[in-house]
């Protein structure tokens, strides 16, 4: 397995990476609120990368401090 491979995470472990529920995400993505990329799968499915998920949870800290990413 190659080690520059992106890490996938399901919609559940992508939710609890970010201190959310997966419901809670799914709604965020379909009212179009900010969220992490994200790949669609099918009509029900999606998938993140980690690193995204990652990025974007530090961005969101960052903007609730007042600091500019």
Same mark, same amino acid.
């Given at each position: 397995m190659l080690s520059d491979s992106p890490h996938f995470l399901?919609?559940?472990?992508?939710?609890?990476? %970010?201190? !959310?529920?997966? $419901? #809670?995400?799914?709604?965020?993505?379909?009212?179009?609120?900010?969220?992490?990329?994200? %790949?669609? !799968?099918?009509? $029900? #499915?999606?998938?993140?990368?980690?690193?995204?998920?990652?990025?974007?949870?530090?961005?969101?800290?960052?903007?609730?401090?007042?600091?500019?990413?």
């Amino acid at each position: 397995m190659l080690s520059d491979s992106p890490h996938f995470l399901s919609t559940r472990q992508a939710a609890d990476r %970010i201190g !959310i529920s997966p $419901r #809670t995400l799914t709604r965020m993505l379909r009212r179009g609120n900010s969220t992490p990329p994200v %790949i669609r !799968i099918n009509a $029900r #499915t999606f998938r993140w990368r980690s690193d995204d998920v990652d990025q974007w949870v530090r961005q969101q800290t960052l903007a609730s401090n007042g600091v500019s990413p």
